[in-house]
């Protein structure tokens, strides 16, 4: 299998479930806490809705139609600056070592100039 494989794409609002499993199951795998989380966090069920506004987007990463990864940038918050972060970025294991993960960022990273942040 090779990056060609897999499709990034915006979230969409049937997306969530899938992405919020996708998160927590890699929090797992790596052995992090639940509590102080993304795990936890409420916005994890709600991504495509968090992140459906001017200064954020959200990306998925699929293989055959199935969710395998994602992340998003967002406006840091109570930062009057044009500045934004790099935010959720997980990958089921068989997204990783592909280079999947630059690809994404690139992809954050030039929708996020269109937004002047």
Do not use: H, W
């Amino acid at each position: 299998m090779t990056k060609s494989d897999f499709i990034i794409r915006e979230i969409k609002p049937e997306d969530n479930l899938q992405i919020a499993q996708v998160i927590r199951s890699v929090l797992i795998e790596f052995g992090a806490p639940k509590v102080g989380t993304a795990y936890e966090d409420k916005a994890t069920d709600t991504m495509f809705e968090n992140y459906n506004i001017p200064t954020s987007a959200y990306y998925v990463v699929t293989y055959k139609n199935k969710i395998v990864g994602g992340a998003g940038f967002a406006k840091l918050d109570n930062y009057k600056g044009n500045t934004c972060e790099l935010q959720k970025m997980y990958f089921l294991p068989i997204a990783r070592n592909l280079g999947l993960g630059s690809l994404l960022i690139n992809t954050c990273l030039n929708e996020a100039k269109k937004t002047n942040l």
